[in-house]
């Protein structure tokens, strides 16, 4: 986990509400990703950043809008939140080199009532 | 859609065997692999990761990648009740893509 911190690191909150997640690195990695890691789908990619105000969409984008106005900040929002998006969420950093190796932040879990 | 595939376990072996974990992917054209481990609880780590053809040695663990079959293995010699853990398979296709798909993973336990 080093260098990389997500806040909150656990969220219980309503149906409907918005919810905003981030992700802070220190690493000055260029790319950036949010997943969900849920039992019986694993780790799934929700939307991915490649630069600052550059970011696209993953597996499972629906519901959620993400935003990178620095380097070593990712917010992920959920609009209005479901019960369907109660999950555990992980940050993740690569350099975006031909290495590509993630890492991982340590996690938010995120409850939906 | 590309796939990776992984035996979800629980996989038990006892304190000092080797533990053999395989992952299968759709993609032929998939160029990096990587084993993570995840303890309950916890967020993945990096253990390995192999681009060629072979075997990769590190330590107590071996990756081994065989392109032709599409499969990658993990071997864990002398396992350690410190190993039962999660372990996540992932690749990336290459080609300027940086997005890694993850297996759901395999469940190992190591008996004292």
């Known amino acids: 986990d080093a260098g990389i911190t997500q806040s909150p690191r656990h969220k219980v909150t309503e149906t409907g509400t918005p919810v905003t997640l981030r992700c802070h690195q220190t690493?000055?990695?260029?790319?950036m990703y949010w997943y969900r890691q849920d039992p019986g789908h694993g780790l799934r990619l929700i939307h991915y950043?490649?630069?600052?105000?550059?970011?696209d969409k993953g597996e499972v984008s629906d519901g959620y809008s993400v935003s990178r106005s620095k380097t070593e900040d990712f917010l992920l929002t959920l609009e209005s939140a479901t019960s369907s998006q109660t999950s555990v969420y992980f940050c993740?950093?690569?350099?975006?080199?031909?290495?590509?190796?993630?890492?991982f932040g340590p996690g938010t879990r995120l409850t939906v009532l | 859609q590309k796939e990776v595939e992984q035996n979800s376990g629980p996989l038990s072996v006892p304190e000092g065997a080797i533990a053999s974990l395989n992952c299968t992917y759709s993609?032929?054209?998939?160029?990096?692999f990587f084993w993570y481990r995840q303890y309950s609880g916890k967020s993945p780590e990096l253990i390995m990761f192999?681009?060629?053809?072979g075997d990769k040695e590190d330590g107590r663990f071996t990756a081994q990648l065989n392109k032709a079959s599409q499969y990658v293995s993990l071997l864990i010699r002398d396992s350690q009740p410190s190993d039962s853990a999660t372990y996540l398979c992932?690749?990336?296709?290459?080609?300027?893509?940086?997005?890694?798909?993850f297996g759901k993973g395999t469940k190992l336990s190591v008996i004292p």
């Open positions: 950043s490649y630069g600052v105000k550059d970011t």
């Open positions: 993740a950093i690569s350099e975006g080199t031909t290495s590509d190796t993630q890492y």
């Open positions: 192999i681009y060629s053809n």
């Open positions: 993609d032929r054209g998939s160029q990096s």
């Open positions: 992932a690749v990336n296709s290459g080609a300027g893509s940086y997005q890694l798909t």
């Open positions: 690493e000055n990695h260029r790319y």
